[in-house]
């Protein structure tokens, strides 16, 4: 159930960032269960019901060295897979996809290079697509929990994500940073097309001469 | 060192004062550090079952998808304050406010405190800014809905009453500073003849690391506080984008105190394990010096890994690993604690009473969310968990299950010692086992609802979310009842419990030298310290002090 780690990943970061939460993970679950366990045993063990007498021992120097040394080296092996993941989720590939992504109270709005807009993200399989993120007025954060990647977009600057699809499909964008009454409702979907769909989708470009026949009418 | 420590004429602080009045009034305006601790665990009790309230209302809120008993702007304004009471006026100021008070200078082997008046004063402006926090919300305008860390832009545009929420924070800052800069000199200069450092009892440690954190990090605050209330009253644009201010630097300034904050809360619950597992395993603290030093290691490591709360916010990718990897770092004494306590236990004569059992929970719900810190601070999952439930369940893992749990097992420990009467001991053995059964029934689901991407600070969500929401719902009943269960075995107690002994739990620090409940000025001599805190030898020479 926890873990959604069953079938195709939806995105090359879903794979790197469950990995990581594995790796992660499993360890803890083992050192928690080395921890709880030595306590039930010791409580159950020395009981003072027993009647052991106890016995005043102050330290070990050799045991502290051991459970700073051994944890340091854990959690510097956590920092690095970490880091691997997060190149592998914030370096930007060669070859990408632009869109301008602008986040308002409560609702997106994507930008394409060709005059398209839209409130629902549509992207190609290949290449990655870069997001320019940018906010009219207070903090938003652009999530895609299939895709396990979210950057905040902050008023008054531009923030990127990079969204690497393995699967077409929908998939939902979450608001992740608090912005008021609506937070909870500013939700879209990013819609992965194959190439040659997304191409057809993009070369339609009626609805921007519509757009700009309306406002030259005006 | 048993001679001369016993109540001479047998009063208790109760029926002693300080002052030339009687009833109320003696009371409020007492310097006896003691009845200042009870005055703030009354208020700080009261702010806490408030606090937990509006955390059960939100959850029955979320029983459901879609609106169950409240729109969306009263969410969010419950939010707001279930952590600003919780963060504010009970988790910061509770350990240090109510155990450091009573008990550092007992533990030392002082008469009181080094600033008795300005402990007073710390109270009353602690009551100051709790009535402030209650006027927001009753002002119109309404009450504050920013979330407790008041981000900007959206705390400067909001209509609601965030300015004199934020004053409220700003004046709490004060309490915190004084009571820190009292606790530090109280360490430095009060300390009964031959205790040197190395022979405090480690609570005196973990609340004397606290205290430089108290005074140290509250300022920076306190300045932030007034840059925002600047810029909502004369928008000088310092952080607001309209205005070429940068809400970036806000984040900066409110974590580089709120993350040290967050040690504020946890240190004095390490400090309180330090003295409970000794006392009820019998047998001295395995690695005193490592457990004392990693407090100062913590609240040294502590400043510099505040951007940690800011992986997502777009700052460079230079800051964020070097911020996770000092991260990882900070991560590294908290273990060593933890290894130690559990070492402690080998070899002992351990007597699982209640505040043993509850301090066995907590290892237990402390690791969990220590663990889970890993999870967060590591770059590549945090980008996917930030910002979700999976954060909601770590910091209450370990704000709630560290802080909150050793919160109850301090009451539990020296529950007898304050109020000289002694509690219903299977009730309170039942309420620990119910407390960990509700605590993981309401916090574990969200660690798995946080990964499959559940927003934190959502008012309504996804239909795929409801079942795991339900079962948080029922676990913050059971919750209630626990809470209910833990308050009112206390209450009962004082009002017709047994006579409490002097020393209970066979605890050997200087509290348990003195009758149940102190004497005024607690010695009526001043004991000479020449044995270490936990040296348990001393509890045959112990028999002969009660009386």
Redesign the interface.
């Known amino acids: 159930m926890f873990l959604l780690f069953t079938g195709d990943p939806a995105s090359r970061t879903t794979e790197v960032v469950d990995n990581v939460m594995i790796y992660i993970v499993a360890i803890s679950v083992l050192l928690l269960i080395g921890v709880t366990v030595t306590m039930v045993y010791f409580v159950f063990k020395y009981h003072r019901n027993k009647g052991h007498k106890p016995v005043d021992i102050h330290g070990n120097v050799w045991l502290e060295i051991l459970w700073i040394g051994i944890p340091t080296i854990l959690v510097m092996t956590m920092f690095y897979y970490g880091y691997m993941g997060f190149r592998v989720i914030r370096d930007i590939p060669d070859n990408v996809f632009e869109v301008n992504a602008t986040a308002r109270m409560w609702n997106w709005q994507f930008n394409y290079d060709n005059g398209k807009i839209t409130d629902t993200l549509y992207i190609p399989l290949d290449p990655p697509t870069l997001l320019h993120l940018s906010s009219v007025d207070v903090n938003h954060s652009f999530y895609v929990p299939a895709f396990r990647v979210k950057e905040d977009v902050i008023a008054g600057r531009e923030n990127y994500l990079i969204l690497q699809p393995a699967k077409t499909g929908d998939y939902d964008v979450a608001c992740a940073e608090y912005c008021g009454l609506n937070h909870s409702m500013m939700y879209t979907k990013v819609k992965v097309l194959t190439p040659e769909k997304f191409n057809l989708w993009y070369s339609d470009t009626s609805s921007v001469s519509a757009a700009k026949a309306t406002k030259a009418g005006l | 060192m048993a001679n001369g420590v016993i109540a001479e004429n047998n009063r208790s602080f109760f029926e002693e004062s300080t002052n030339r009045h009687s009833g109320i009034l003696s009371w409020l305006l007492t310097t006896d550090h003691k009845r200042i601790g009870i005055l703030y665990l009354i208020a700080i009790s009261a702010f806490f079952i408030v606090g937990a309230t509006f955390g059960i209302l939100m959850r029955l809120e979320l029983i459901a998808p879609g609106e169950t008993l409240m729109g ?2 009263t969410y ?1 304004s419950f939010f707001t304050l279930h952590g600003v009471i919780m963060i504010f006026l009970f988790i910061v100021p509770g350990l240090p406010a109510i155990f450091g008070n009573f008990f550092l200078p007992l533990q030392i082997g002082a008469r009181d405190v080094a600033f008795p008046r300005l402990n007073l004063l710390s109270w009353y402006i602690y009551i100051l800014g709790a009535i402030l926090v209650v006027t927001s919300l009753l002002l119109p305008g309404g009450p504050v ?3 407790w860390t008041f ?1 900007i ?2 705390s400067v ?2 209509g609601t009453n965030v300015s004199l929420a934020i004053f409220a924070a700003f004046v709490l800052g004060f309490s915190s500073i004084l009571t820190g800069l009292n606790f530090v000199t109280t360490v430095h200069r009060m300390r009964a003849p031959g205790m040197d450092f190395f022979r405090m009892p480690l609570f005196v440690w973990s609340m004397y690391s606290t205290a430089w954190i108290q005074i140290i990090a509250t300022p920076v605050i306190g300045i932030t506080i007034l840059l925002v209330m600047m810029e909502r009253l004369f928008g000088i644009g310092i952080f607001d ?2 205005l070429g ?4 630097l806000y984040q900066h300034l409110f974590w580089i105190y709120s993350h040290p904050a967050v040690y504020i809360m946890i240190l004095p619950a390490m400090g309180i394990v330090s003295e409970i597992i000794p006392t009820f ?4 603290i ?5 457990i004392a030093f990693s407090s100062l290691a913590i609240a040294f490591v502590g400043y510099l890994v505040w951007a940690h709360h800011m992986f ?3 700052i460079s ?1 230079t800051a ?2 070097i911020f ?2 000092l991260t ?2 900070v ?2 004494p908290s ?2 604690k ?3 306590w ?2 402690t ?8 009473k209640p505040p043993f059992l509850w301090v ?1 929970s907590f ?2 719900l402390f ?2 969310g220590g ?2 810190g ?2 967060v ?8 968990l ?3 439930y999976f954060v909601v369940a770590h910091f209450h893992y370990v704000m709630f299950g560290g802080t909150g749990t050793i919160f109850f097992a301090g009451l539990y420990y020296w529950y007898p010692k304050m109020f000289g009467k002694m509690y219903n001991i299977k009730v309170a053995n039942i309420s620990v086992g119910l407390f960990f059964v509700a605590f993981n029934l309401l916090y574990f689901p969200k ?2 609802l946080g ?3 559940m ?8 239909p795929e979310f409801t079942q795991l929401h339900l079962i948080s719902t029922i676990g913050s009943w059971i919750m209630g009842i626990t809470l209910i269960l833990i308050f009112a075995n206390l209450i009962y107690s004082l009002l017709k419990g047994a006579k409490a002994p002097q020393n209970p739990w066979g605890g050997v620090t200087l509290e348990w030298h003195i009758s149940s409940p102190p004497p005024l000025e607690n010695f009526h001599e001043i004991p000479y310290v020449d044995h270490e805190p936990y ?2 030898s001393l509890l045959e020479k112990m028999k002969n002090e009660s009386h």
């Open positions: 969306p702007q969010n809905d920013t979330g981000y832009p959206y545009r909001t984008p309209s201010g940068d809400p970036i395993a019998r047998r001295t395995f690695g005193y010096k490592a997502t916010s777009g990718d964020r690993w996770s990897f990882f770092i991560a590294l273990g060593v933890v290894f130690n559990v070492a236990m080998y070899k002992g004569s351990i007597d699982p066995m290892i237990v690791s969990i663990l889970t890993l999870v601070g590591s770059l590549a999952t945090d980008i996917h930030h910002d979700t660690f798995i990964y499959q991407g927003p934190r600070r959502y008012y309504d969500y996804l040296d348990f």
